[in-house]
Nanobody, 125 residues
Framework: QVQLVESGGGLVQAGDSLRLSCAAS????????MGWFRQAPGKEREFVAG????????YYADSVKGRFTVSRDNAKNTVYLQMNSLKPEDTAVYYC??????????????????WGQGTQVTVSS
């Protein structure tokens, strides 16, 4: 049974940084692409960032390029989202997601089938 557990959310001011973590268990973490999504109140869930199974490929939504960095540590079965220069419009529940199939790219078209419970990020102006 695949489990994804996010941590690291919180309340920060505009311009601050946060690092989200997602600990995975239940399958061989190192062969699956991982992603981050977010959902703001009244809006649909949107892709934020993804990382390939090797860690060598990363993808970002235009709204976060240059500010957010996705990475993974296969030894710790953990994927991270470093968020810098946070803006009020980054306020959302952030979800970790896992690819359904092995050896994926982690791009927005990846079949993300496994989801964490989410962690709230609130950025005040």
């Amino acid at each position: 049974q695949v489990q994804l557990v996010e941590s690291g959310g919180g309340l920060v001011q505009a311009g601050d940084s946060l690092r989200l973590s997602c600990a995975a268990s239940g399958r061989t973490f190192s062969v699956f692409a991982m992603g981050w999504f977010r959902q703001a109140p009244g809006k649909e869930r949107e892709f934020v960032a993804g990382v390939s199974w090797t860690g060598g490929g990363t993808y970002y939504a235009d709204s976060v390029k240059g500010r957010f960095t996705v990475s993974r540590d296969n030894a710790k079965n953990t994927v991270y989202l470093q968020m810098n220069s946070l803006k009020p419009e980054d306020t959302a529940v952030y979800y970790c997601a896992g690819d359904r199939l092995p050896y994926g790219l982690g791009d927005p078209n990846t079949p993300y089938d496994y989801w964490g419970q989410g962690t709230q990020v609130t950025v005040s102006s």
